[in-house]
């Protein structure tokens, strides 16, 4: 499994103001790129703050009738009983931690780190902190849902147990069922201190807003 960052992976970066001694990594959702992201980011960063948004590889992906479009991993559905793209999710994964530690080197400590995106870049972004062994300050992600969800068995252990969570949905979101979000949101809390998991819906809005 490939660890290093390649140049599909290199990302679109909202340098801090000042000294730089946080960052946010933000994952963008399939089909996009990270250069929106960060024009977005604008206008609420912070001047210690440094934001990368990271870009996905192109690749072939089932649920998009097998078009190449910049995708984390391959999807074959949006349902709890679909079948993941296992090994997919895990290279991914590795992938961002890898930029993650490049940044831990530059002197942005991991604890000063938090991650998050939307549908499918949230999704990655849930998975990487359940399985980290570096501590994140916390992880936020907008129509999303928990990979791998069969195999989180327990409470996680580590610096994570007491990550904050933060879980957010349109409901009007045709695309991930409410179902999902309620499935992760139960196992959320089953895994880390469930008084820091926070499920927040938004009337109105549906899965591209």
């Given at each position: 499994m490939c660890c290093n960052i390649t140049s599909a992976l290199l990302p679109?970066?909202?340098?801090?103001?000042?000294?730089?001694?946080?960052a946010g990594i933000s994952l963008h959702g399939l089909g996009d790129t990270g250069h929106g992201w960060v024009e977005a980011s604008a206008g609420i960063r912070s001047s210690h703050i440094k934001s990368f948004c990271p870009r996905a590889p192109v690749m072939p992906v089932t649920l998009n009738m097998n078009v190449a479009v910049p995708s984390?991993?391959?999807?074959?559905?949006?349902?709890?009983?679909?079948?993941?793209?296992?090994?997919?999710?895990?290279?991914?994964?590795?992938?961002?931690?890898a930029y993650r530690d490049q940044e831990v080197k530059h002197g942005i400590p991991s604890h000063r780190i938090i991650l998050g995106g939307f549908s499918q870049g949230g999704t990655l972004s849930f998975y990487i902190a359940l399985v980290t062994e570096q501590k994140l300050v916390g992880v936020t992600a907008l129509g999303h849902w928990l990979p791998l969800?069969?195999?989180?068995?327990?409470?996680?252990?580590?610096?994570?147990?007491?990550?904050?969570?933060l879980q957010r949905r349109g409901d009007r979101d045709p695309l991930i069922p409410l179902r999902f979000d309620s499935l992760t949101?139960?196992?959320?809390?089953?895994?880390?201190?469930?008084?820091?998991?926070?499920?927040?819906?938004?009337?109105?809005?549906?899965?591209?807003?």
């Open positions: 679109a970066v909202l340098p801090a103001t000042r000294k730089a001694t946080a984390w991993f391959d999807i074959t559905g949006l349902s709890p009983d679909a079948q993941e793209d296992e090994l997919g999710i895990k290279h991914a994964a590795e992938s961002i931690k969800l069969a195999s989180c068995h327990g409470p996680i252990s580590g610096a994570n147990r007491d990550i904050s969570i949101a139960e196992k959320l809390k089953t895994v880390v201190n469930p008084t820091n998991v926070t499920f927040k819906t938004y009337e109105g809005m549906m899965h591209l807003h």
